[in-house]
């Protein structure tokens, strides 16, 4: 069974500070797609990025990064210079991988409480 | 380009009703999910379709859930009766799912139900 666990339930920073968010995820698969996930206060869901497990090269996306490790089974995303409009959940999620394609089976983590004080 | 169309927003009802929620997906995407977010489950996979057939209902919770795709622009969520602890936020999304495509699920705005 597939398993993504958020560790840090809520994060608390100001503003301009970097803050780093944990993803650990467990599965037999040996091929599948991690993902990154934002929830603001209005409640949808916002696609941030996907990674393929035989991708491991590390991704920058202006003040947004994320760092791939399939040896300790993490997917941590970092937030640099965050800023008040950051405050949000953040989910991490996994997904099996189906001939080359990820269809949207998604197990998600409980999802981390940012909150970025001016 | 319109998104995931989901109603209604909110929707209060009293225990032992019937629910129905309704979602339209983006159109051309062959791939329509049912997601339900609860305090203390989270995020959780109810059923998807693909083409409109049902794949995988192992996530609906028992009987009184039932979920159609008459075809592939309008699905349905359906509770008879429905109970205290059905209270959550249903999401409904959809994608596209042919190789090489980034994997991305486009989610409606969430039905966010109360059973009193």
């Known amino acids: 069974a597939q398993k993504v666990t958020q560790a840090q339930t809520e994060i608390s920073v100001v503003e301009k500070e970097d803050v780093t968010l944990d993803c650990v995820y467990e599965?037999?698969?040996?091929?599948?797609?991690l993902f990154w996930y934002k929830q603001p206060p209005s409640g949808e869901l916002v696609f941030l990025i996907r990674?393929?497990?035989?991708?491991?090269q590390n991704e920058i996306s202006g003040r947004y990064s994320w760092n791939f490790q399939k040896s300790t089974s993490s997917f941590n995303f970092t937030i640099t210079a965050s800023q008040v409009v950051d405050s949000a959940v953040y989910f991490c999620?996994?997904?099996?991988?189906?001939?080359?394609?990820?269809?949207?089976?998604?197990?998600f983590g409980q999802g981390t409480i940012l909150t970025v004080h001016p | 380009d319109a998104g995931v169309i989901q109603s209604p927003r909110h929707e209060v009802t009293e225990m032992g009703q019937e629910v129905t929620l309704r979602c339209k997906p983006i159109?051309?995407?062959?791939?329509l999910f049912w997601y339900r977010q609860t305090m203390m489950r989270g995020l959780e996979l109810l059923i998807y379709?693909?083409?409109?057939?049902?794949?995988?209902d192992s996530g609906m919770p028992e009987d009184r859930f039932s979920a159609k795709m008459p075809n592939a622009s309008f699905s349905t969520l359906k509770i008879q009766p429905s109970e205290p602890r059905d209270s959550a936020v249903y999401f409904c999304?959809?994608?596209?799912?042919?190789?090489?495509?980034?994997?991305?699920?486009?989610f409606g705005e969430g039905s966010r139900l109360t059973v009193l």
């Open positions: 999304a959809s994608s596209f799912g042919i190789a090489g495509n980034t994997g991305e699920l486009f």
């Open positions: 599965t037999r698969d040996t091929t599948y797609y």
């Open positions: 990674r393929n497990s035989f991708d491991e």
């Open positions: 999620a996994l997904s099996d991988y189906a001939g080359g394609t990820s269809y949207g089976k998604l197990t």
């Open positions: 159109s051309g995407h062959d791939y």
């Open positions: 379709f693909n083409n409109n057939v049902p794949i995988d």
